[in-house]
């Protein structure tokens, strides 16, 4: 554990805070794209089944259920709460998420740390998270003007995933044996999808006006 690593983890925390917050509070799932939620849920879910064989510290147990339990009452809100469920829009939100979930998992199968169950889908993972935030930027899109709590919301995604390159720089200049081509590569990835959002976000704050991004 590093400086940097629970930055990024606080800044991912609080980025589902700040989305949970937004849903509860105006009731209301507008510009909010379900299937970047449920892909969020099948990537914690596909990398914490070592919470079910392995302990590591208190710490990484309560982040892991952390994660996992509020993407499922984000989509639990999105889908069945009666109220909030009517705001979601279903005609924007069509992004076709099986192309990001079949190369994710041929990648996974392919290209690994050891041909296994648990290591093949914790890999899997990794690079559908890298790809898992496409159906809401594209949604973001779609509607253009964006709210305050939204944009909010993704910037911390971005911001947490920034933060974790600091953290693979940081081990990487001291620990001598720490090398994850797999992890790096999918978050440099993941990264440069951010970086457009990033642009009218910062825009957008030092202008004072909405977030608004380009079709």
């Not at 930055?7 to 989305?19: E, F, N, P, R, Y």
């Not at 279903?90 to 690994?112: C, H, K, S, W």
């Not at 709210?147 to 081990?171: A, E, K, Q, S």
Request: aromatic content about 18%; overall charge positive; charged content about 15%.
């Amino acid at each position: 554990m590093n400086i940097f690593r629970l930055a990024g983890d606080m800044t991912h925390l609080l980025s589902i805070v700040t989305l949970l917050l937004k849903i509860h509070a105006t009731k209301s799932c507008a510009g909010v794209s379900l299937r970047t939620q449920e892909l969020y849920a099948l990537v914690f879910v596909t990398r914490y089944l070592d919470l079910f064989f392995s302990f590591i510290s208190i710490y990484n147990t309560i982040m892991k259920i952390i994660f996992i339990s509020t993407s499922f009452t984000i989509i639990w809100y999105m889908r069945a709460h009666k109220v909030v469920s009517q705001t979601y829009d279903r005609e924007q939100d069509t992004f076709r998420y099986v192309f990001l979930i079949g190369p994710a998992l041929t990648l996974a199968l392919m290209i690994n740390h050891e041909f296994t169950l648990t290591e093949v889908l914790w890999t899997f993972s990794i690079y559908l998270e890298a790809v898992a935030i496409l159906p809401q930027l594209v949604l973001l899109q779609r509607t253009k003007n964006v709210d305050t709590l939204t944009g909010n919301y993704v910037f911390l995604l971005g911001g947490y995933r920034g933060l974790y390159l600091l953290n693979w720089i940081y081990r990487y200049f001291t620990e001598p044996l720490y090398r994850q081509w797999i992890v790096w590569c999918s978050g440099i990835v993941q990264t440069a999808i951010y970086c457009d959002f990033f642009y009218y976000y910062i825009k957008s704050w030092r202008n004072n006006e909405r977030l608004s991004l380009p079709s």
